[in-house]
C-alpha cells in the first residue's frame, strides 16, 4: 500500500469517526505535500458536505470536474453535489446533477437512492417508487430506502404496505427516529397500543431529535391514557415538555392527563402555560375544550359553556401527535357551530392575511356560520362546495369551501 492510501484510509476513518474538521485539516494537508490527486479533490468534497458546508462542496466539485478523468470519480463527484443541492433545498438542480451522476458511471446505490430523495420531497411519488424499489434491489439491507418507501405508502394511505416497509427500517435501523416514529402511530391506529408502547420506548426515552422525541412522548402518554395509567402519561407529557419547552403541546397533553386525574385546578394551570406558548390562543383551540372540561370538573359550568361556544375548527393536538397522514381529527370540529377555523382559513387565501381587502374576514366568517344550516338543508351530502366571496382585482376565479361533513356534524345540525 503506498503513502496516498495510507493517507486517504487514515482521512475515510476521521469522516467515519465524525472528526470532520480534524478530517477537512488531513485533506488539506495531503493536497500540500501530493498534490492535486483525484481521489484528494474527491475527499476534499465528501469532507465539506459532511460538515455540512452545502456551497464550499458544490463549489469544490465543480473545480474538482475539470480536473479529475474517469466516469467512477466523475459520478462520485456529481453524487456528492446532488446530495448538497438536496439539502440546500435546490432540488430541480440536485435532480438534474443526479441523473447526471447515473448517466456517467454504473449507476451507484448512492446514486439511486439520492434521485429517490429528491423525487420524494418533489412528491413526485411514482419516480420516486421507481428509484427505490431500484435501489433495494441493488442492496436489500440498508434501511433507508425501506424508510422512504414507507413515509410515501404512509401519504398515499397504503397503511399495511407503509407499516412493512417502516418496520423493516426500524429493525434494521435502530436509530432512525422517524421510521420508528411512524411505524408507532400506524400500529396505535390499528389498535396495537402494546406494540406502539414498544415501538416508541427507545425514542421517547433515548430519542435525540426533539421533532421526532415531542410526537413520539405525546402519542406514549395518550396511549398510556387509553390504558388507564394517568401517571405514566403525566410523565410522558413531561418528556414532551422536556423535549420541546417553547411549543404548547406538552402542556396541552399534560393538561388532559390532569384531567383525566380528576384534578380541574392543576389542568387549568398546564393550560394557561400552553396559552403562554402562542401569540394568540385560536392557534390552539384545543385549550377551549379542555378549558371546558377542567371548569366541568370544579363545577364551573358556565364558565364551561363560554369556552365550548368560543372553540373554532378542530383540535391542533392530534395532528402533532399523529402526523397529517394519520390526524384523527382533521374533519371533526371542536365545536359543531364554528367547525371552521376563520383566522386558518384567512392564511390559506392570503399569504398575509393583513392584505386581504375590508369586510372579507366578516364576509367569510358569516360563510362559516352558516355550515351548519347548510348541513341542515342537506342532510345526505357527505361534502359541501361553498363558494368564497370574490377578490377584487384578482383575476384568479373565486375560490371554494369545501367541507367534509361527519356524522356529528349531521347530528349536532339536525339538533338545531
Partial sequence: MTDID?????????????????????????????????????????????AEDYQVCIAAVEDALDAVEGDDLRGQLL?????????????????????????????????????????????????????????IAMDDQEAEPFSIRGMIRLRNGQLDEARKDLAHAANMDPHDEQARLNLARLQAVAGHTSEAIETLEPLVDYGEDPEMVMPAALLRSQLSLTLGSAEAAG????????????EPWGHLQLAACRISAMDGGEA????????????????IPDA?????????????????????????????????????????????????????????????????????PD?????????????????????????????????????????????QVTRAMKQEAGEQ
Avoid: C
Avoid at 363560554?306 to 371542536?334: D, F
Avoid at 344550516?373 to 357527505?382: L, Q
Fill in 79 to 135: 453524487e456528492l453535489k446532488g446530495y448538497a443541492l438536496f439539502y440546500a433545498d435546490d432540488l430541480d438542480e440536485a435532480r438534474q446533477t443526479f441523473n447526471e451522476a447515473i448517466r456517467a458511471a454504473d449507476p451507484s446505490w448512492t446514486a439511486i437512492l439520492g434521485r429517490a430523495m429528491v423525487h420524494e420531497e418533489m412528491l413526485y411519488d411514482r419516480a420516486a417508487m421507481l428509484d427505490l424499489d431500484r435501489a
Fill in 359 to 403: 369586510g372579507y374576514e366578516e364576509q367569510l366568517q358569516q360563510i362559516i356560520n352558516s355550515v351548519p344550516e347548510r348541513i341542515a338543508d342537506n342532510p345526505d351530502a357527505e361534502k359541501l362546495r361553498i363558494p368564497l366571496p370574490e377578490i377584487p382585482g384578482s383575476e384568479e376565479a373565486p375560490k371554494s369551501l369545501v367541507v
Fill in 6 to 50: 495510507d493517507t486517504l484510509d487514515a482521512i475515510d476513518d476521521l469522516i467515519v469517526e465524525g472528526h470532520i474538521e480534524e478530517a477537512d485539516e488531513a485533506v488539506e494537508a495531503a493536497i500540500d505535500e501530493h498534490g492535486q490527486i483525484d481521489e484528494l479533490l474527491v475527499m476534499r468534497a465528501e469532507v465539506a458536505l459532511e
Fill in 268 to 283: 387549568i394551570a398546564a393550560i394557561k402555560e400552553a396559552e403562554s406558548k402562542v401569540d394568540d390562543i385560536d392557534e
Fill in 235 to 246: 410523565e410522558d407529557a413531561q418528556k414532551a415538555i422536556d423535549a420541546a419547552p417553547d
Fill in 288 to 356: 377551549y375544550a379542555l378549558r371546558a372540561s377542567a371548569y366541568e370538573q370544579l363545577e364551573k359550568f358556565d364558565k364551561a359553556e363560554q369556552m365550548r361556544n368560543q372553540a373554532q375548527g378542530t383540535a391542533k393536538l392530534p395532528g402533532v401527535v399523529y402526523g397529517q397522514w394519520l390526524n384523527p381529527a382533521e374533519n371533526v370540529p371542536i365545536n359543531p357551530d364554528k367547525p371552521i377555523d376563520a383566522r386558518m382559513l384567512m392564511e390559506q387565501i392570503f399569504a398575509d392575511p393583513s392584505q386581504a
